[in-house]
């Protein structure tokens, strides 16, 4: 299976020079292949949140100082590898840093333990942008929270990628009520189609206590929160929750900080709880890109996609900056993805 590694790969890819720097377009060197990496020819690669933050040098566990290429997953076809076919499709996370470049680059090197054969015939490009948004959707509210079919789910920051994907997961999981917490009131109008039963629009300035009294009347009491935003919101969140909710934070846009009062939390005797994509091995995540990969197969995902080239991820960079409502995915490789792609059942790609 193994060919011959090759000396040294220069590939095309984006670089962020240094903390709070856009990535610009430029190569950079991979290093040689040893036996436990695979590289691969980036076919998708998704922007996610996490690769915003990081770059910006504000993240809480990784702040890189030196040159590095971005990008925390993609999909692609194995070039050279001990453990997988060449011409395979594989799935594949990467740890972007100085000395491990990420996946915003034609060609990337991926250990062995962080790929996953991708199952056949799905669309490279749904597969790539369902990966860290759908395990972030999917991990917290059934193996975190254990969401139980019918109970109340409660999703704040709905509108994002993971929210979207979530509203989804809770609806095909059996959830008996699905409400969609979100600032912006035309993006919330559009999950109605995705199984959410309720939208509440966040207001600027609104407090704590006149949040929960908007949600309580739009939900009744809450069995699982999935938390994408912290602060306020999760504030009055916790307020609405029923006797032995389950809440899990997945993000911290709207305040690093929130007051969780000790009465409330032991009275109503809450499990609140955090998911990290990022501290999460591949093996962990594998029971939930199967359930992703298999309802995309089945077309009952939607997910919306935003396009673009590996030489206009500034573009990209900016529109993820300011809340797309869909994913955005790079394709450093367009004619080996088309060549790839199927027609899904229900197709919403842009570019």
Known sequence: MASTHPQETRT????VDAPGSEPRLGSVVLPQRTADTTRVAVVAAPLNPLDLVIASGTFHSARHESPYVPGSEC???VLDSDRHPPGSWVYGECHAAPATPGTFATQALIKDEDLLPLPAGLDPVLAAAVGNSGTAAYM?????????PG??????????AVGRLAIQVAHRSGAGRVIAVARDRV?????????????VALRADEGGEELAARLLDAAGPVDVVLDGLYGIPLEAALRVCAPRARVVNIG????????????LLRGKQLTLSGFAGLHTPLRDKHAALTWLWTALAEGELRVPVRTFPLEELPSAWQAQAVSPHAKCVVL?????GR?????PKQPEHTT
């Open 140 to 148: 917290p509210l059934v193996e975190d929270a254990g969401l139980r």
């Open 75 to 77: 999909v692609g076809v």
């Open 151 to 160: 109970e109340t789910v409660l999703v704040l920051g709905a509108t994002g």
């Open 252 to 263: 911290n846009p709207a305040g690093t900080t929130a007051q969780v009062p000790a009465g």
């Open 12 to 15: 095309p890819a984006a670089i």
């Open 187 to 199: 993006a919330l109008e559009s999950l109605a189609a995705l199984g959410a039963d309720t939208a």
């Open 332 to 336: 450093p490789q367009d004619d080996a």
């Open 339 to 343: 060549a790839r792609t199927t027609t």
